[in-house]
């Protein structure tokens, strides 16, 4: 120690020389990566706006996509199976998430309330499906789906069955911390003893209070199910991807423009929510 | 289900509370507000489990047997079970360390800054991002003539690419370590975030160099979350399938592939079989891959919780 004492500066001075290197190698490897990330997404781009083999610079695919209702009508083989397929993925993410949430908040609630002791339980459930690949589960699944068309129909639609598991774990991980922020126990009494029914309790006091929890759990789910390809083509239903994927092979430009166009607008979706939470986090860390 | 019930009283009933208190079974009355739950996920995500493990261990006649699981001894299922493992080791590897690199990085500017907040979130999105849309991406950028980057590089320098690459597992190997590596960002991001910048500066006081301080202090302090994240990244290349079907067509290469040639195959009897041994095959791999995660998790948050 005494021999440190005459250079008192010197952490100072390492650190502030540490601090420029970091500074260095942070912008190059951000730069780098970066280039990674983005060099696919702007081919996308470049392929969807013009002809490979001409050369030339085309809007055509963009306004096709737009202006798909109509295509469909005209080539119901191909046009038709991907506008039917969007149709199917808008439902799906519709029923999927109204299906989530009525599944888990209700149920997550009550083990909090009344049957603790499966908590643990409920935890490994939701967590089982990242352990399970969807290409195993489909396997699985087949039987199962034989049925429910039975029952309903053979729709792409009913896919949001399988994909309410498919979001179990994402789901569950945001509601739980929705539901651990706040004190769920005191706020149902205080209802319940001014009179409320369960369903009161329910929509009108629990909700409310984690309601940027169920944003989260809703997004991810949208993203998840406007993605999802491998049941749905192992199932022969129809949505979104299957359709861009058929598509692919007879316009390939018109497929890529309309991954592209999914693409932006599950990436808008995801960057709010990242945005959303990262933002109320720090407001909880201060 | 029984034991749990006899072993564990709800604490919230002791006072009858919500007007229940008159019927019977206290205990079990409350968990019966579970069932609508449990009863959806028996059907959708336990029953076809069983399914796939109970047809893995089934003959023709419904018997119990082995029998099904000579499929797995069989050439191509082996060698795509090693494909499948060599292209998940090594975008795990690669998506850990580029991954890794960037998650450290990060953390050494500011928790607030905005490249910090802007590559997370990036990284978060771009972890979700995989099947058709990504195998896409990469057809246009590297995987014909008239592709972008194909492009550019023979106006450059000259280099001619026929971009068939892309559509093997090799190509596979650069398509997946782009969800990869930002999956790696997210997952060892917290683990990097518990390292204190007075560790260092101890380190420094005592004499260390920054090789010291890697090699005995931050090094071990972050090897479990490292190790740990890597195998989940394993996992994860592992079951993927959406982006592998896009783009390679031909051929079955890899696990996923084969389960999906084998479901489509189910005209020909036994191979719905075959679909549920590989099932099963995979479902084995990826559950020791999760269990030794899960293991090395408890151990990384004894320090960086």
Known sequence: MTTAAPAPPRPQQLRRTRRRKQATLRWIVIAVVMAFFVIPLLSMLYFSVRFPLSGKWTGQAWSNVIHLGSLAAGDPADYGQLWDGLKNSGVLVVFTVVLMVVLLVPTMTWIRLRVRWLARVMEFICLLPLTIPAIVLVVGLAPIYRIVSNLLSTSGIWLCFVYVILVLPFAYRALDAGLGAIDVVTLSEAARSLGAGWGRVMWQVVLPNIRSAVISACFISIALVLGEFTIAELLNRNNLQTGIFLVSQSDGQLAVTMALAALVLVFLLLVVLSLFSGGRRSQEGS | ?305
């Not at chain 2, 229940?20 to 059907?43: E, W």
């Not at chain 2, 596979?172 to 007075?198: K, T």
Request: charged share 10%; glycine share 12%.
């Open chain 2, 1 to 305: 289900m029984t034991t749990a019930l006899a072993a564990a009283p709800a604490p919230a009933d002791r006072h009858g509370r919500g007007g229940r208190g008159g019927r019977g079974g206290r205990h079990v009355m409350p968990a019966l507000g579970t069932l609508p739950f449990f009863g959806y996920v028996a059907v959708f995500l336990l029953i076809p489990t069983v399914i796939v493990v109970v047809g893995a261990f089934r003959s023709t006649d419904g018997s119990f047997s082995l029998k099904n699981l000579t499929a797995l001894g069989d050439a191509t299922v082996l060698s795509a079970f090693g494909q499948s493992v060599i292209l998940s080791a090594v975008t795990a590897v690669i998506g850990a360390v580029v991954g890794g690199l960037l998650a450290y990085v990060l953390v050494t500017g500011s928790p607030r800054s905005v490249s910090r907040r802007i590559v997370t979130a990036a990284c978060s999105v771009l972890a979700q991002f995989g099947g058709v849309m990504l195998a896409f991406a990469f057809q246009a950028t590297v995987g014909f003539p008239g592709a972008m980057v194909t492009q550019l590089l023979h106006s450059w320098f000259g280099v001619t690419g026929s971009g068939s690459w892309l559509y093997t597992v090799t190509g596979l190997m650069l398509v997946y370590s782009y969800f990869q590596i930002p999956l790696m960002v997210i997952v060892f991001l917290p683990a990097v975030d518990g390292i204190r910048e007075q560790w260092r500066e101890a380190a420094e006081t005592l004499g260390g160099s920054t090789w010291v301080y890697w090699r005995r202090v931050a090094g071990p302090l972050l090897a479990p979350a490292f190790l740990g994240s890597t195998l989940l990244l394993f996992a994860n290349a592992f079951s993927a399938y959406a982006t592998a079907a896009a783009l390679i067509t031909q051929s079955n290469p890899i696990v996923p592939l084969q389960i999906s040639g084998a479901i489509t195959n189910e005209v020909n009897v036994g191979h719905a079989d075959v679909a549920k041994v590989l099932a099963l095959g995979m479902v084995v791999v990826v559950a020791i891959v999760m269990a030794l995660y899960a293991m090395l998790q408890r151990r990384t948050s004894r320090w960086l919780g």
